[in-house]
């Protein structure tokens, strides 16, 4: 089981975020222990101070390093040998969240997150009780909490035994590299005009893979041209991940759970196509190429 903290000034923020989706599944299954904390419970003064000017002069407020030094050593010990959880502060000059970076935060035992405010923390929480510094992209919100949010959903859903099947980690994007995962489609085979392409529906799972490989290629270097060096050196690995894929299916395995929400009814794969159900005179998939 994984332990998570988070600390923030405004903890009732994570309150319906726990108990939903996957996180609350992940709660309810006993795979994660997670609790969000008011750093203002760690204030000493009659006014829960958290916040002062910033030296030098210049707008807004900055965290101070008391209480928030304490209350992170209080959840995760003093930094150093004997820490019991890594810190992460959430901040937009952090390093950029990426797939790895979140594989590896699955792997921890236990994890604090400290949500800044204001101008953020005074630089010297950083050096005396940070492990690292994690930023959602490079953009400015106002707190740290949204960040943490997307942090553990991300990381969450990593963990053994959230996924009903995991399989479907395996041919998402970025996964092992930098390919982005190509179209999804389900029920209707015709909406609006608009046909499922012709091969999902034909069966032929050597031909499924082989074309779901080409449209992720495609997809990449139409959408993230900064991708394809990554990709190309990525090619051999997503061709055997593709073709494994396609292995498993022509031994039935017809059911995919990809993305179903914990608890929500599964559903058998669309058939096969059958002739009755193509549109004539239309071109299934065209808005699809790469
Ligand atoms: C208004 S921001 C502070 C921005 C800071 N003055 C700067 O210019 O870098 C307040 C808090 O929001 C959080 N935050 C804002 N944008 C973020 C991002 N892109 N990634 C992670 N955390 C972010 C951080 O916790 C930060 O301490």
Redesign the pocket.
Known sequence: MIRIDVLSLFPGLFGPFFETAFVGHARRQGLLSIAAHDLRDWATDRHRSVDDSPYGGGAGMVMTPEPLVTAIEALAGPKGADRRARVV??????APLSQSRLERLAGEEALVFV???????DERVIELAVDEE????D??????DL?AMVVIEGLVRLLPGVLGNPESIETESFRGGALLEGPHYTRPPIYRGLSVPEILRSGDHGAIAAWRSQQAEGRTIARRPDLVPALQSGREQGRNRDTKQGQKGQEGEQDQEHGREPGRKKRRAPEPAKESTREPGREPGRDDAP
Not at 89 to 94: E, I, R, W
Not at 115 to 121: D, H, K, Q, S, T
């Open positions: 502060y959430l901040s937009p000059q952090g949500c800044g405010r204001f101008e953020g923390v994690i930023s959602i992209g953009y400015v919100l106002s707190g740290g960040p």
